[in-house]
T-cell receptor
Framework: GESVGLHLPTLSVQEGDNSIINCAYS??????FIWYKQESGKGPQFIID?????DKRQGQRVTVLLNKTVKHLSLQIAATQPGDSAVYFC???????????FGRGTSLIVHP | EAEVAQSPRYKITEKSQAVAFWCDPI?????LYWYRQILGQGPELLVQ????????DSQLPKDRFSAERLKGVDSTLKIQPAELGDSAMYLC?????????????FGQGTRLTVV
């Protein structure tokens, strides 16, 4: 079964590498997706969003890819920096609902 | 830069005591959310307000939790009596438009420890 509590999936990368964080969602009715970054002891911080009528959106050093066929979302961070170390959450909204539902987070560790 | 304000940042309380958290959303934001986040997990919604009205409180343990937003601006979340399992981060968030694809902005949270 799925582990819970402190056993977050972890991605370790070297500074300067590109990072890819993945998220699977289960509700095919979800039509809006958001990636949040959460540093230790702080609230989640918005990174980038994407609507379901898109399959790719780019921001500054970040790209979100959406594959609705397999209900998969990814966040790509280019030239990862130590300041990118945090837990990353994807959140989804189902059409007709106004409430973002958070997925399981991924801990990103960037080594200098 | 506008931000969601929460207080206190940290709270330690004994079980069976009452505890309250306060949130002041970004000015002009009509929608306010209270989330609970257990260490190592994603935030889970407790209650959502649109102005002063509760939109969704289906996940709020109403036997001990209550939330209000009397004037449609700031909000208070109360727990009485607190239980050991309530230890978590309580996050407040606000967004500007209901029903639109717009992100929620989060406060720094209140870390509650029940002993």
């Amino acid at each position: 079964g799925e582990s819970v509590g402190l056993h977050l999936p972890t991605l370790s990368v070297q500074e300067g590498d590109n990072s890819i964080i993945n998220c699977a969602y289960s509700n095919s009715a979800s039509d809006y997706f958001i990636w949040y970054k959460q540093e230790s002891g702080k609230g989640p911080q918005f990174i980038i969003d994407i609507r379901s009528n898109m399959d790719k959106r780019q921001g500054q050093r970040v790209t979100v890819l959406l594959n609705k066929t397999v209900k998969h979302l990814s966040l790509q961070i280019a030239a990862t920096q130590p300041g990118d170390s945090a837990v990353y959450f994807c959140a989804e909204r189902v059409g007709g609902s106004y409430i973002p539902t958070f997925g399981r987070g991924t801990s990103l560790i960037v080594h200098p | 830069e506008a931000e969601v304000a929460q207080s206190p940042r940290y709270k330690i309380t004994e079980k069976s005591q009452a505890v309250a958290f306060w949130c002041d959303p970004i000015s002009g934001h009509a929608t306010l959310y209270w989330y609970r986040q257990i260490l190592g997990q994603g935030p889970e919604l407790l209650v959502q307000f649109q102005d002063e009205s509760v939109v969704d409180d289906s996940q709020l343990p109403k036997d001990r939790f209550s939330a209000e937003r009397l004037k449609g601006v700031d909000s208070t979340l109360k727990i009485q009596p607190a239980e050991l399992g309530d230890s978590a981060m309580y996050l407040c968030a606000s967004s500007s438009r209901r029903g639109m694809n717009t992100e929620a902005f989060f406060g720094q949270g209140t870390r509650l420890t029940v002993v």
